[in-house]
Protein backbone atom coordinates (compact mmCIF):
# COMPACT_ATOMS: atom_id res chain seq x y z
CA UNK A 1 0.00 0.00 0.00
CA UNK A 2 1.65 3.46 -0.86
CA UNK A 3 1.73 6.02 1.68
CA UNK A 4 2.95 8.78 -0.43
CA UNK A 5 4.19 9.36 -3.94
CA UNK A 6 7.77 8.97 -4.73
CA UNK A 7 9.92 12.02 -5.41
CA UNK A 8 9.99 10.10 -9.10
CA UNK A 9 6.17 9.73 -9.67
CA UNK A 10 5.77 13.68 -8.31
CA UNK A 11 8.10 14.59 -10.58
CA UNK A 12 6.49 12.19 -13.59
CA UNK A 13 3.54 14.36 -12.29
CA UNK A 14 4.78 18.05 -13.12
CA UNK A 15 5.87 16.87 -16.34
CA UNK A 16 1.75 17.28 -17.04
CA UNK A 17 1.98 20.60 -17.31
CA UNK A 18 -1.37 21.32 -18.99
CA UNK A 19 -3.52 19.43 -16.42
CA UNK A 20 -6.73 20.47 -15.97
CA UNK A 21 -9.08 17.91 -13.94
CA UNK A 22 -7.06 15.32 -11.45
CA UNK A 23 -9.14 12.43 -9.40
CA UNK A 24 -7.24 10.59 -6.43
CA UNK A 25 -9.69 7.32 -6.48
CA UNK A 26 -9.31 4.72 -4.08
CA UNK A 27 -5.96 5.32 -2.62
CA UNK A 28 -6.64 3.61 0.96
CA UNK A 29 -3.14 3.92 1.62
CA UNK A 30 -2.14 7.29 0.76
CA UNK A 31 -1.60 9.56 3.69
CA UNK A 32 -0.55 12.81 1.70
CA UNK A 33 -1.43 14.77 -1.42
CA UNK A 34 1.41 15.40 -3.87
CA UNK A 35 3.11 18.50 -3.08
CA UNK A 36 3.41 19.90 -5.85
CA UNK A 37 -0.20 20.75 -7.28
CA UNK A 38 0.19 24.31 -6.72
CA UNK A 39 2.03 24.40 -9.82
CA UNK A 40 -0.77 23.11 -11.96
CA UNK A 41 -1.74 26.28 -13.48
CA UNK A 42 -4.13 24.76 -15.77
CA UNK A 43 -5.62 22.60 -13.16
CA UNK A 44 -9.55 23.58 -12.93
CA UNK A 45 -10.70 20.45 -11.24
CA UNK A 46 -9.53 18.21 -8.46
CA UNK A 47 -11.15 14.87 -7.13
CA UNK A 48 -10.80 12.76 -4.03
CA UNK A 49 -12.90 10.01 -3.54
CA UNK A 50 -12.43 7.19 -0.95
CA UNK A 51 -9.19 8.00 0.17
CA UNK A 52 -9.84 7.89 4.12
CA UNK A 53 -6.30 8.31 5.22
CA UNK A 54 -5.47 11.61 3.80
CA UNK A 55 -5.47 14.00 6.67
CA UNK A 56 -3.77 17.58 5.14
CA UNK A 57 -4.62 19.89 2.57
CA UNK A 58 -0.95 20.10 0.99
CA UNK A 59 0.69 22.80 2.90
CA UNK A 60 1.86 24.48 -0.40
CA UNK A 61 -2.20 24.69 -1.22
CA UNK A 62 -3.80 24.98 -4.45
CA UNK A 63 -3.25 26.63 -7.61
CA UNK A 64 -5.14 29.81 -8.37
CA UNK A 65 -7.21 28.27 -11.05
CA UNK A 66 -8.74 25.55 -9.08
CA UNK A 67 -12.39 26.23 -9.22
CA UNK A 68 -14.22 22.56 -8.34
CA UNK A 69 -12.99 20.40 -5.42
CA UNK A 70 -15.50 17.23 -5.37
CA UNK A 71 -14.79 15.03 -2.03
CA UNK A 72 -16.02 11.79 -1.06
CA UNK A 73 -15.04 9.22 1.43
CA UNK A 74 -12.36 11.16 3.26
CA UNK A 75 -11.66 11.66 6.60
CA UNK A 76 -13.59 14.71 8.92
CA UNK A 77 -10.13 16.55 9.15
CA UNK A 78 -9.63 16.94 5.94
CA UNK A 79 -13.32 17.84 5.51
CA UNK A 80 -12.88 20.61 7.86
CA UNK A 81 -10.30 21.95 6.11
CA UNK A 82 -11.49 21.78 2.80
CA UNK A 83 -14.63 23.85 4.23
CA UNK A 84 -12.32 26.58 5.70
CA UNK A 85 -10.23 27.01 2.03
CA UNK A 86 -13.82 26.80 0.65
CA UNK A 87 -14.63 29.77 2.68
CA UNK A 88 -11.46 31.95 2.52
CA UNK A 89 -11.88 31.19 -1.78
CA UNK A 90 -14.87 32.72 -3.05
CA UNK A 91 -14.38 31.31 -6.40
CA UNK A 92 -13.57 27.37 -5.16
CA UNK A 93 -16.62 25.50 -5.27
CA UNK A 94 -16.43 22.39 -2.77
CA UNK A 95 -18.79 19.51 -3.53
CA UNK A 96 -18.89 16.52 -0.63
CA UNK A 97 -20.13 14.01 -3.30
CA UNK A 98 -20.51 11.76 -0.06
CA UNK A 99 -24.30 13.34 0.36
CA UNK A 100 -24.94 13.19 -2.68
CA UNK A 101 -24.21 9.62 -3.17
CA UNK A 102 -26.32 9.03 -0.34
CA UNK A 103 -29.36 10.29 -1.65
CA UNK A 104 -28.49 8.66 -5.13
CA UNK A 105 -28.76 5.29 -3.47
CA UNK A 106 -31.87 6.18 -1.22
CA UNK A 107 -33.65 7.74 -4.02
CA UNK A 108 -32.80 4.33 -5.87
CA UNK A 109 -34.27 1.95 -3.33
CA UNK A 110 -37.51 3.95 -3.26
CA UNK A 111 -38.20 3.56 -6.63
CA UNK A 112 -37.77 0.09 -6.35
CA UNK A 113 -40.32 0.12 -3.74
CA UNK A 114 -38.15 -0.77 -0.88
CA UNK A 115 -38.47 2.63 1.45
CA UNK A 116 -39.59 6.03 1.16
CA UNK A 117 -37.87 9.11 0.66
CA UNK A 118 -39.13 12.53 2.24
CA UNK A 119 -37.05 15.55 2.29
CA UNK A 120 -37.89 18.38 4.61
CA UNK A 121 -36.79 21.90 4.06
CA UNK A 122 -37.03 24.65 1.40
CA UNK A 123 -37.76 22.55 -1.61
CA UNK A 124 -40.49 20.41 0.15
CA UNK A 125 -41.02 16.76 -0.16
CA UNK A 126 -39.78 14.25 -2.83
Known amino acids: MTESFTGKQEQALQLLASLQYLEFYG ?3 LKSLPGGLHRFS ?3 GLGIS ?3 QIRLLPKEGFPASLQDLSMEGCSINLMHQVKKLEASNPHLKVHDASVTYIVRKVRARC ?4 GTLTQYGP ?3 I
Do not use: F
Request: net charge positive.
Open 27 to 29: CSG
Open 42 to 44: SLY
Open 50 to 52: RCP
Open 111 to 114: LRGR
Open 123 to 125: QGT
